[in-house]
């Protein structure tokens, strides 16, 4: 199969127009990892904050070309907040889907191993628009805890200089 030939369906790749739903997505489900609970200290006080935070992540991983990110899509079902523990404020863009509308309601991502030869393969030239780019700043990062943070940042720069 070519890799770059995706299946049709409701299954494609991600661009930079999904970021404010796949935020909501992973505030949803990452709601119950470990981790989140470890960094995400202030999260009740503050879920917009990781809305922002992973809406500035999912936009950096878009934009990555040595990164896949993937998409499914299936009915909107308008009690989906009620389904997690999470708390999902309003949609910071304002859309908000109609029952059984087409929405995005899971994604996978994939990082490339270094030299590959599929690496921006798997991009949307149209995610690059710098009025798109400067809307994912990260938010105020008040959900975080400050000592915590400062140790994934390090474990993340550690892991990206191997």
């Given at each position: 199969m070519d890799p770059t030939a995706l299946p049709s369906g409701?299954?494609?790749?991600?661009?930079?127009?999904?970021v404010h739903?796949?935020?909501?997505?992973?505030t949803a489900s990452l709601f119950y990892s470990p981790a989140f609970a470890w960094e995400r200290k202030y999260y009740h006080q503050y879920p917009e904050?990781?809305?922002k935070s992973y809406m500035k992540l999912v936009a950096d991983f878009i934009q990555d070309p040595e990164s896949i990110l993937l998409?499914?899509?299936d009915s909107y079902q308008p009690d989906e907040n009620i389904k997690t523990g999470a708390t999902i404020p309003p949609n910071v863009n304002g859309q908000n889907p109609q029952p059984g509308e087409?929405?995005?309601?899971?994604?996978?991502?994939?990082?490339l191993p270094p030299g590959s030869k599929y690496v921006g393969h798997f991009m949307n030239t149209e995610d690059f628009d710098?009025?798109?780019?400067?809307?994912?700043?990260?938010g105020p990062g008040r959900d975080k805890s400050a000592s915590l943070s400062e140790a994934v940042q390090k474990l993340a720069l550690q892991e990206?200089?191997?």
């Open positions: 409701n299954l494609r790749l991600a661009t930079i127009t999904d739903r796949l935020s909501r997505i992973a904050d990781t809305i998409v499914v899509e087409s929405v995005i309601v899971g994604f996978v991502a994939w990082k710098a009025e798109s780019l400067s809307q994912f700043d990260g990206k200089e191997k």
